[in-house]
């Protein structure tokens, strides 16, 4: 019998504490394995990826602290390794990363005090579960959008 529940209840076991600077590190450190599970079909994992990078937007972060962000958890990159690609010092790395990860953290957290999805101890909620499902038919009513849109158009330009 398949469990289509298990995947929400396997992330909400791992990322329960992403109002946390632990858990959005923890988040970041697997984002290589989210996306693989991305292009392997994994809805809860687009879903994850897709907060990560609006959580990210809404931070507010600096571009050094975007690109500390960037070059340790995209590219991997040590810190020692990213501080000299920037041409600073790896305290100085080691600061932008723990203030951009306690940003992102504090957009996670505001998430949670609104009820968007997210718990601070439980993970992934029901309203997350539900958003997710929201979240697929609105893709798949925005995909018909755009196709009925561009026959449309194409109709228009023979005239």
């Known amino acids: ?24 590190r923890r988040l970041l450190r ?8 991305r292009y392997d079909g994994d809805y809860v994992a687009c879903d994850v990826l897709t907060d990560l990078e609006i959580a990210i937007s809404l931070a507010c972060l600096t571009m050094r602290q975007k690109q500390t962000l960037a070059l340790i958890y995209i590219k991997d990159l040590t810190q020692k390794t990213a501080a000299e690609q920037l041409g600073l010092r790896q305290d100085t790395i080691s600061r ?25 101890t439980g993970g992934l909620n029901e309203k997350h579960r539900i958003k997710i499902e929201d979240r697929q038919v609105m893709e798949r009513n925005k995909s018909r959008k755009v196709a009925t849109s561009s026959s449309i158009k194409g109709d228009r330009g023979s005239d």
């Open 96 to 120: 932008h990363e723990k203030a951009a990860i306690q940003k992102v953290a504090a957009v996670y957290q505001y998430w949670t005090e609104l009820g968007e999805g997210y718990e601070l």
């Open 30 to 37: 697997d984002y290589h394995t989210l996306k693989e599970r």
């Open 1 to 24: 019998m398949y469990d289509k529940e298990a995947k929400i209840r396997r992330y909400s076991t791992r990322y329960h504490s992403l109002g946390t600077s632990l858990g959005v």
